[in-house]
């Protein structure tokens, strides 16, 4: 696994697979948050949430999660109360 991976200034992606008892991606996705949160204090820095995605286990797969997130100072003006929202794993397209 190769755990954070740099996607560009200050930006950074990390992706997990759960284990074989981890039903909810959800679970899999409060990891990684820590996981970029230390991360990101190691850097002296604030963790900024950029994009997030989760989903549950299934038959033949494991809960996972992705999490595209910024490290910032904490006076930078792009830090500020995240407002996340899930994209859906389905889109249907109506023409």
């Not at 200034?9 to 981890?22: L, N, P």
């Not at 990891?31 to 002296?44: D, P």
């Not at 997130?69 to 859906?88: G, I, K, Q, V, W």
């Amino acid at each position: 696994m190769p755990g954070i991976v740099p996607m560009g200034r200050d930006t950074y992606i990390v992706a997990k697979d759960g284990s074989f008892t981890t039903f909810g991606g959800g679970a899999v996705k409060a990891e990684l948050y820590q996981q970029a949160n230390v991360f990101c204090e190691n850097k002296g820095k604030q963790l900024m949430p950029v994009k997030e995605a989760s989903r549950d286990s299934g038959y033949g797969r494991y809960a996972n999660a992705e999490l595209q997130f910024r490290c910032l100072d904490a006076n930078d003006p792009e830090l500020r109360r995240p407002t996340m929202s899930s994209e859906p794993s389905v889109k249907i397209k109506v023409e």
